[in-house]
């Protein structure tokens, strides 16, 4: 290979390099989701609008609606200070309740309802035995013992 | 007793290796070759005592020996003893162990298969993965310790995380990764030991390295499609691939070896790329390092991650020698790793591999720059988030789809000269079948350009693999007027490697038809039934019949009856569940999946009312999952094609005489 055509190649490489880039850039720029609480995503304002979100924080006590006909679920998500109102579609998870840690995706709309497109319950991602005493278990024991099979 | 025992072996075992690897380049470089038997020995005896170590945990879970902190962090008597003896790698320590039980393994066998090989390539290959173990053998004794002593010796422990104990796959998934991901090694040690020993130059351990790439490749990739498997049928969301970061770092170091089995042959048959095959080999081994650093650091949040304290800097460590070190050494040889040809025509086989080597490694960059930019956000920004599936989706499509195209063109170029006439014969039965796979694609409703092409492009990467044995079975036919199906065994046991990759191509058009068919054509829906009520999605009706209480010894299992008619008769029944583990807040979805050829219908308990009056379930049409599985056997029968020795070969190695090939 000679010299020019080394730098050629050289060239080559690099608008392919730099070409790359800014795909990645671009696909982060639009596709990366802010981990945001009610809080601060209330504070985002006009740019907390329409765009992919994970709203963190706790189910508000009292504030569930859930039609189990239609299967819609509304609540309120608080960190203490804030308060968002969210939608969602489908059954909740079974530790759903007031008062539990959730992670909601979707997007904030402009009527300033949280359009959710998937919702977790927030728990310690590690794995921990319960502590002593605490009985998950026995929560269902009473569960539709006439029923059986 | 046996946490002695256990405990002991691996302090040997770190003794042993050490020492086994400083004595190799002493012997080498004073000029003793008998010294290098010992460190030979050194890597059975570090087989032996990781053996040892490794039953004797094995043997701990299984006699619920608590006063081995490993056991009394995953064991429990109500375990059943399969998920007790799996619980081997069900968390951080014990999944050490294991991996520095399958490397010991990998040594033993690359030194046994080749002790008898003149010069220094493989005591130096021996000792680079001699190194490694002692890295593992330090984890082991010092922040992943699995034998520390529990006192007082609990009666019963927590068991192992409900999510691991709850499907078979999980007695498969992870040994398939870990002979994956820790065979890198192998390849990885022969390239350190090519470039000490200065034999870097000649295409002989390029050679000897193929089959072992190829071992750790086929695990990897069965282990990958276990894994989408394993998700699928235990997570309950319906999907196979999230891009959560543990898949990504599986798949990560996957791409660069599948580049690597590609780019090699242009190396075989041309002498070029030498360097960058060179790289993609550090290269993967360090990315399954770096893979396994995020899985195990606790720095990232997953399914597989389990957290703890220090190990993440032992890993960093770790990754920064290895990087250093082979930096250096690649340097030192860069004047033995020139092109011996060139790239003599634009349309022929050596185009085809680079095109497909530079996506294959533009694909690695989007997926790992993906997957850690969170981390440097965070660092960097202080902002916590996440990139999600439409970054991948986005970037990713196109890449496969370009790829699927390549898997067709690939085979059917000559190498060296540019395409002929008869290039037009070898592409008409990828044309016809691309065109029909992609009109039907359209038929049935697939109205993405990427869906449309993606389906069109596997049709016509199948129409080019299989003409290939039609062509080649044909030419037997006319030639030897052998009958057709043993001119098709002959034809593959005559290059059983080439068409191990066909095989492999055609398993790869399998699983893209799967993931373009479920991705375009999934129905899902969620309803609320009472008993005797049903849904209907996509033509597949169910229908409620009961729901249920059921206890079992270490759970209790709550569950739907649900029957899947056809027209108005039962055709099958299926009972979606949840597993409540007493040790658990969360209940483990157990969704149920009834396959037929054309696609899954998949059931799973969404809620339920406590007096069993209604249950939620979700159910969804996926078209064409169960191809992705079978594809993925479709790929491992192509690697074991690939990896049986040729004809020729055992005849040399039962040759009385004459060394090594």
């Known amino acids: 290979m000679n010299k020019k055509t080394k730098w050629g190649a050289l060239a080559a490489v690099g608008v392919l390099v730099i070409a790359f880039g800014w795909l990645i850039y671009g696909g982060l720029d639009s596709n990366v989701v802010y981990f945001l609480t009610p809080k601060e995503l209330a504070a985002k304002g006009e740019k907390g609008f329409d765009v992919p979100v994970r709203l963190g924080g706790q189910v508000k006590p009292g504030s569930v609606k859930w039609d189990e006909k239609a299967l819609d679920l509304s609540f309120a998500v608080t960190d203490g200070t804030g308060e968002i109102a969210v939608h969602s579609h489908g059954a909740p998870p079974q530790m759903f309740k007031d008062g539990q840690g959730v992670v909601v995706e979707g997007r904030y709309g402009r009527d300033l309802v949280f359009q959710s497109t998937s919702l977790m319950v927030k728990h310690s991602n590690e794995y921990k035995a319960p502590a002593k005493g605490e009985r998950p278990a026995e929560m269902y024991k009473s569960l539709m013992k006439s029923q059986g099979t | ?661």
């Open chain 2, 1 to 661: 007793m046996i946490r002695l025992i256990a405990s002991n072996a691996i302090l040997v075992a770190l003794v042993v290796t050490a020492l086994g690897a400083i004595l190799t380049p002493v012997a080498i470089l004073r000029g003793r070759r008998d010294w290098l038997s010992f460190s030979f020995a050194a890597v059975y005896t570090n087989f032996a005592l990781v053996t040892v170590s490794t039953l004797a945990l094995v043997w701990g879970l299984v006699s619920h020996d608590f006063s081995i902190s490993y056991v009394a962090q995953v064991g429990s008597r109500a375990t059943p003893t399969f998920y007790t003896i799996i619980s081997l790698w069900g968390a951080l320590e014990g999944s050490i162990v294991f991996w520095a039980w399958v490397l010991g393994m990998y040594a033993a066998a690359v030194v046994w298969f080749n002790r008898k090989r003149e010069g220094n390539l493989v005591p130096y290959a021996a000792m680079a993965l001699l190194l490694v173990a002692l890295f593992f053998h330090i984890l082991l004794l010092g922040p992943a310790n699995p034998f520390q002593a529990v006192f007082p010796v609990p009666f019963d422990g927590p068991g192992p995380n409900p999510l691991l104990q709850n499907h078979i796959l999980m007695g498969v998934h992870p040994p398939l990764l870990y002979l994956g991901y820790v065979g890198m090694t192998v390849p990885f040690a022969f390239a350190v030991g090519a470039m000490l020993s200065g034999e870097v130059a000649s295409d002989d351990w390029i050679r000897l390295t193929r089959r072992w790439t190829l071992v750790a490749w086929g695990f990897l990739t069965a282990a990958i499609i276990a894994g989408m498997w394993w998700s699928y049928e235990v997570l309950g969301w319906g999907g196979y691939w999230a891009w959560d970061p543990v898949e990504n770092a599986s798949f990560i170091p996957w791409l660069t070896c599948t580049a690597y089995l590609h780019s090699v042959m242009v190396q075989e048959r041309r002498g070029m790329l030498k360097l960058w095959n060179l790289n993609l080999m550090v290269g993967t081994f360090v990315l399954t390092i770096l893979g396994t650093f995020l899985t195990r650091s606790g720095i990232i949040s997953s399914v597989h991650a389990f957290t703890q304290g220090t190990i993440g800097y032992y890993f960093l460590g770790f990754i920064a020698v290895v990087l250093l070190s082979t930096l250096i050494l690649v340097a030192g040889n860069s004047d033995k790793l020139g092109s011996e040809g060139k790239l003599d025509a634009p349309l022929s086989r050596e185009t085809a591999f680079l095109l497909q080597n530079m996506f294959f490694t533009v694909f690695m960059f989007t997926v790992l720059i993906g997957t850690l930019f969170p981390l440097v956000a965070e660092l960097v920004r202080g902002v916590k988030v996440s990139v999600g599936t439409p970054f991948f989706n986005k970037m990713s499509i196109p890449l496969m789809v370009a790829l699927l195209f390549l898997m067709g063109v690939g085979p059917v170029l000559p190498w060296r000269k540019g395409a002929g006439p008869e290039l037009k014969g070898k592409l008409t039965a990828g044309v016809v079948l691309g065109l029909l796979f992609g009109v039907v694609g359209l038929v049935m409703g697939a109205r993405n350009a990427y869906a449309v092409l993606s389906f069109t492009f596997a049709g016509f990467a199948l129409g080019a693999n299989v003409g290939e044995f039609v062509r080649g079975a044909n030419a037997r036919v006319r030639a030897h007027g052998e009958s057709w199906l043993v001119a098709l065994s002959r034809l593959v046991a005559g290059n059983r490697r080439r068409f191990g990759g066909y095989v492999a191509h055609i398993g790869v058009v399998l699983v893209a038809l799967g993931v373009t068919a479920s991705g375009t054509f999934k129905k899902e829906q969620e309803a609320t039934l009472t008993p005797g009520q049903s849904m209907t999605v996509s033509g597949h009706t169910v229908r409620f019949k009961n729901a249920w209480l059921r206890e079992e010894k270490q759970r209790q299992v709550v569950g739907a009856t649900m029957e899947i008619m056809d027209g108005t008769r039962v055709s099958a029944t299926v009972e979606p569940r949840m597993n409540y583990y007493p040790t658990s807040q969360q209940p483990v979805p157990t969704p149920q999946v009834k396959s037929t050829w054309s696609g899954d219908i998949y059931l799973n308990l969404m809620a339920f009312k406590q007096d069993g009056s209604n249950v939620t379930v979700k159910v969804i049409w996926e078209p064409l999952v169960p191809w992705i599985w079978f594809g993925g056997f479709v790929i491992c029968f192509g690697a074991i094609l690939g990896i049986l020795p040729t004809r020729r070969e055992a005849a040399v190695a039962s040759a009385p005489a004459g060394g090594t090939p």
